[in-house]
Every structure is written in structure tokens, then in C-alpha cells.
């Protein structure tokens, strides 16, 4: 792998031309697609019956029980670990895995095949 020749005039250039892209761009953007935030409040109006305020939200109902007990760790070397001790957040739902899985032994071995096999 080769070291890049970094020209920081030459990056420095690109960077201006890219600000200076962007800015005409939002100045002409009005002029070009200026239209479409008319038609969006036309839309609105039309389906939510006029415009509609800020303040309408929708009430849900309080989560229970989404959040644990404990209080949470205080430290992010406590937060290592910290559900790993619960069975319910256990990432081995089904037991340990096999001695097999881990690469104690090869596939050779597991088959019960020769080693002239390969």
C-alpha cells in the first residue's frame, strides 16, 4: 500500500467549491421547488379539514414494567455485565453451546474420518 500525496491546497479548493455549490444551490432552490411547500400546505388543508397547530398530540397510555427494577449502573464498566447476570438476558436461551462448537476439535475428528481424507 502506497502513502497518498496529500495536497491541502488542492483539498482545501475542493472544500470551497463544495460551500460554494451548496449556497447557490439554496438560494436557487426556492425559485425551482419553491412550489411544492404551497402544494404541501394546500394538501395538508384539504386533508386534515385546515391548518393544523403544534400543540395536537396524541395521549398514549404509561409503559409498565418496560423498564427494569435496578437502577442503572453508574459507570460504564458497570454496565459490562450488568443484564449478563439475569437469566432473562441471557444470550444462551438454549444452553450452553456444544464442546464441539468451540473448535476443540476438527471436523475430521467429529466425523470420526481419516486423516488421509483431506
Known amino acids: 500500500m502506497t502513502k497518498k500525496n496529500l495536497n491541502f491546497v488542492h483539498s482545501d ?3 470551497k467549491d463544495h460551500v460554494r455549490h451548496e449556497l447557490l444551490s439554496s438560494r436557487h432552490w426556492p ?4 412550489y411544492m411547500t404551497t402544494e404541501y400546505n394546500k394538501l ?8 393544523t397547530s403544534g400543540s395536537q398530540f396524541v395521549k398514549l397510555p ?9 437502577s442503572f449502573p453508574k459507570t460504564t464498566a458497570g454496565e459490562i455485565g450488568w443484564k449478563s447476570t439475569r437469566d432473562d438476558y441471557r444470550l ?13 476439535c476438527g471436523i475430521l475428528k467429529l466425523l470420526k474420518w481419516p486423516y488421509e481424507g483431506i
Do not use: F, M, Q, V
Request: charged letters at 25%; aromatic letters at 10%; hydrophobic letters at 30%.
Open 13 to 15: 479548493e475542493i472544500w
Open 62 to 70: 404509561p409503559i409498565e414494567g418496560a423498564l427494569p427494577k435496578a
Open 92 to 104: 444462551e436461551k438454549y444452553g450452553r453451546y456444544a464442546p464441539n462448537a468451540r473448535g476443540i
Open 44 to 51: 395538508n388543508e384539504a386533508l386534515c379539514g385546515g391548518t
Open 31 to 34: 425559485e425551482s421547488w419553491g
